[in-house]
């Protein structure tokens, strides 16, 4: 299937099928970076500037610090802090000790901490300080031998650092917010950065390694660890480089993604040193914050996720966003009336692509040219291979209908796809075959020229009275309503029979639909089966920390107040 690569057609003129995939570990691309641009900006936060020497050199001092803690070739140390330069440099560090990143929300609850530090067995935690005294509870029972506070501020711009000290309550609000209290017997962050720097001692590292842990729940909602190589990654942020076509040593990215997400990790930590790019980091989304940063660095590159795009717009009044070139927008669908208002404002285009933690993250996006589409998940990466199957039968694969669509589970092989779930062999096993494809869960439809729009997860569909219902195309129905900002469609149990029942949960802009209405605009468009038998209204969606609607979250909440939905 797709044997011809249909696909490369579409390419944009100087993307090759395939890229040469540098035989580096991460390490290797900040040393480069050092090498080659020593003065250029590597990490603008609110004005503060650390140079690509500055970087490396801070690096080289937290590896010593690190290695006297006991972090060596294989051991595991857990990042728990928002984005902000130390955070950088403690992903570098950890990469030169040969040592594994895993990364941690900093927003998680003490038990959900708890669980993420005893799965992937770390030995240190590099913690902000805002929540060194829950690290330090979440470790009990745990290998964490050591927990280490970040304190954020000590990397703002002196300016900033002698406001948090004024004795005024905003100040002290503020510095709370970003310090915390007494961090008990923690290690000072700040102190291992003080160590003598080494020399450098090669590690016995291989690019087919693991090198960073990311924890994704999925549909399932139970934690699990993937572990990525350095060569997955490497191999994304080169694939990336060829696709977008960026300028070595010009880019300015903005930096407004979580470092914790792969899509942040692939485009706000590890692209930068490759490219040579300077990165404005923001340790939260805040977009008079962003605009800001727009003023004081242009940005070049916007790598986002959709709802972030519209607030940027609606921020930025009448500041200039013409330095944009490029946008990329991952992890959810983007309307088309928010990519036209992007491109217009800016005069640089937004892309779309789709992936996941497991092909750390992009397998397919959209061509850097007037060929893309809004909408689609794209077209495969250089380097990369999909299937289409039966959902059911994933070694059987589909042949495509008379207009030449096909249809089914997507599956996806190239040099980004990850080694496998962290102590899951069974779950590995379920997504991962032995030669490399990987089922992504996602029902899709591939037309001919090779570009796939996405129909569904595979785990929220709706089965009703044995037809198949995709919450998406429902979604994408109801979006037209009258009333209705938001929507989620789930299922809920029907009776004992194991049959579902869809419901519709709707964000109001102003009056809400009547169900009366809402069935009655859906019964214009779906099968019957597909028409929601419940409705309710609820003031917000429950989202993940990048935007992206948590539907089974959703359902819980269904459940919870209205059992007999």
């Given at each position: 299937?797709f044997?011809?690569r249909?696909w490369?057609?579409?390419?944009?003129?100087g993307?090759?099928?395939?890229?040469?995939?540098?035989?580096?570990?991460?390490?290797?691309?900040?040393?480069?970076?050092?090498?080659?641009w020593?003065d250029?900006?590597?990490?603008?936060f609110?004005?503060?500037h650390t140079?690509y020497?500055?970087?490396?050199?801070?690096?080289?001092?937290?590896?010593?610090g690190?290695?006297?803690?006991?972090v060596?070739?294989?051991?595991?140390?857990?990042?728990?802090?928002?984005?902000?330069?130390?955070?950088?440099?403690?992903?570098?560090?950890?990469?030169?000790?040969?040592?594994?990143?895993?990364?941690?929300?900093?927003?998680?609850?003490?038990?959900e901490l708890?669980?993420?530090?005893?799965?992937?067995?770390?030995?240190?935690?590099?913690?902000?300080?805002?929540?060194?005294?829950?690290?330090?509870?979440?470790?009990?029972?745990?290998?964490?031998?050591?927990?280490?506070?970040?304190?954020?501020a000590?990397?703002?711009?002196?300016?900033?650092?002698l406001?948090l000290?004024?004795?005024?309550?905003?100040?002290r609000t503020k510095?709370?917010?970003?310090?915390?209290?007494?961090?008990g017997?923690?290690?000072?962050?700040?102190?291992?950065?003080?160590?003598?720097?080494?020399?450098?001692?090669?590690?016995?590292?291989?690019?087919?390694?693991?090198?960073?842990?990311?924890?994704?729940?999925?549909?399932?909602?139970?934690?699990?660890?993937?572990?990525?190589?350095?060569?997955n990654?490497?191999?994304?942020?080169?694939?990336?480089?060829a696709?977008?076509g960026?300028?070595?040593g010009?880019?300015?990215?903005?930096?407004?993604?979580?470092?914790?997400?792969?899509?942040?990790?692939?485009?706000?930590?590890?692209?930068?040193?490759?490219?040579?790019?300077?990165?404005?980091?923001?340790?939260?989304?805040?977009?008079?914050?962003?605009?800001?940063?727009?003023?004081r660095?242009?940005?070049?590159?916007?790598?986002?996720?959709?709802?972030?795009?519209?607030?940027?717009?609606?921020?930025?009044?009448?500041?200039?966003l013409?330095?944009?070139?490029?946008?990329?927008?991952?992890?959810?669908?983007?309307?088309a009336?928010?990519?036209?208002?992007?491109?217009?404002?800016?005069?640089?285009?937004?892309?779309?692509?789709?992936?996941?933690?497991?092909t750390?993250?992009?397998?397919?996006?959209?061509?850097?040219?007037?060929?893309?589409?809004?909408?689609?998940?794209?077209?495969?990466?250089p380097?990369?291979?999909?299937?289409?199957?039966?959902?059911?039968d994933?070694?059987?694969?589909?042949?495509?209908?008379?207009?030449?669509?096909?249809?089914g589970?997507?599956?996806?092989?190239?040099?980004?796809?990850?080694?496998?779930?962290?102590?899951?062999?069974?779950?590995?096993?379920?997504?991962?075959?032995?030669?490399?494809?990987?089922?992504?869960g996602?029902?899709?439809?591939?037309?001919?020229?090779?570009?796939?729009?996405?129909?569904?997860?595979i785990?929220?569909?709706?089965?009703?009275?044995g037809?198949?219902?995709?919450?998406?195309?429902?979604?994408?129905?109801?979006?037209?309503?009258?009333?209705?900002?938001?929507?989620?469609?789930?299922?809920?149990?029907?009776?004992?029979?194991?049959?579902?029942?869809?419901?519709?949960?709707?964000?109001?802009?102003?009056?809400p639909?009547?169900?009366?209405?809402?069935?009655?605009?859906?019964?214009?468009?779906?099968?019957?089966?597909?028409?929601?038998?419940?409705?309710?209204?609820?003031e917000?969606?429950?989202?993940?920390?990048?935007?992206k609607?948590?539907?089974?979250?959703?359902?819980?909440?269904?459940?919870?107040?209205?059992?007999?939905?």
């Amino acid at each position: 299937m797709f044997d011809d690569r249909p696909w490369l057609s579409s390419y944009s003129p100087g993307v090759p099928a395939d890229v040469e995939i540098p035989p580096t570990l991460l390490d290797g691309l900040l040393r480069q970076a050092a090498q080659r641009w020593p003065d250029r900006v590597a990490v603008d936060f609110f004005g503060a500037h650390t140079t690509y020497r500055e970087l490396d050199d801070l690096v080289d001092r937290a590896v010593a610090g690190l290695r006297q803690l006991g972090v060596g070739v294989g051991t595991r140390v857990s990042l728990v802090m928002p984005n902000c330069p130390a955070h950088i440099v403690a992903f570098y560090a950890v990469s030169r000790c040969g040592a594994v990143v895993v990364e941690h929300n900093p927003t998680y609850t003490t038990a959900e901490l708890h669980e993420q530090f005893a799965l992937a067995q770390s030995h240190v935690a590099l913690v902000w300080r805002n929540r060194v005294a829950d690290a330090q509870e979440a470790v009990r029972g745990t290998d964490v031998q050591h927990v280490v506070s970040v304190d954020v501020a000590q990397d703002l711009p002196r300016k900033m650092q002698l406001l948090l000290r004024l004795p005024v309550k905003a100040a002290r609000t503020k510095r709370a917010a970003l310090t915390g209290g007494p961090t008990g017997d923690a290690k000072d962050w700040s102190g291992l950065l003080r160590t003598e720097a080494g020399a450098r001692v090669p590690v016995d590292r291989e690019p087919t390694d693991e090198a960073l842990v990311l924890f994704t729940g999925g549909t399932t909602g139970v934690p699990k660890g993937a572990s990525i190589s350095h060569r997955n990654l490497v191999a994304n942020a080169t694939q990336g480089t060829a696709w977008a076509g960026f300028q070595p040593g010009a880019e300015v990215v903005c930096g407004v993604l979580p470092f914790f997400h792969a899509f942040g990790m692939i485009f706000c930590v590890v692209l930068p040193p490759m490219i040579g790019a300077t990165l404005v980091a923001f340790p939260n989304f805040d977009p008079p914050t962003v605009i800001d940063g727009q003023k004081r660095a242009s940005y070049t590159f916007m790598p986002a996720v959709a709802p972030m795009f519209s607030r940027i717009l609606d921020a930025a009044g009448d500041v200039d966003l013409h330095s944009i070139k490029q946008a990329f927008c991952g992890a959810m669908p983007l309307d088309a009336a928010t990519a036209d208002r992007w491109e217009n404002a800016t005069g640089g285009l937004l892309i779309e692509g789709y992936g996941s933690t497991e092909t750390s993250p992009i397998a397919l996006g959209n061509p850097a040219s007037e060929k893309r589409r809004h909408g689609a998940l794209g077209i495969p990466f250089p380097n990369t291979e999909i299937r289409v199957v039966d959902p059911d039968d994933h070694t059987a694969e589909v042949s495509p209908d008379d207009a030449g669509v096909t249809r089914g589970e997507l599956l996806v092989r190239g040099p980004q796809v990850f080694l496998g779930y962290v102590d899951r062999p069974d779950e590995t096993a379920n997504v991962l075959s032995p030669d490399g494809w990987l089922r992504t869960g996602d029902v899709v439809e591939v037309d001919p020229d090779g570009f796939a729009v996405l129909v569904d997860r595979i785990k929220e569909l709706i089965i009703v009275g044995g037809f198949k219902v995709f919450p998406t195309v429902v979604e994408d129905h109801l979006r037209a309503i009258p009333g209705v900002e938001d929507v989620a469609v789930v299922g809920v149990p029907r009776g004992v029979s194991g049959d579902e029942q869809v419901v519709a949960v709707v964000v109001a802009n102003g009056k809400p639909p009547t169900l009366e209405q809402v069935r009655e605009h859906a019964a214009q468009r779906l099968a019957k089966y597909a028409v929601p038998r419940h409705l309710h209204v609820v003031e917000e969606l429950p989202r993940s920390m990048i935007g992206k609607v948590q539907r089974r979250l959703v359902r819980e909440d269904v459940l919870k107040r209205h059992p007999d939905s």
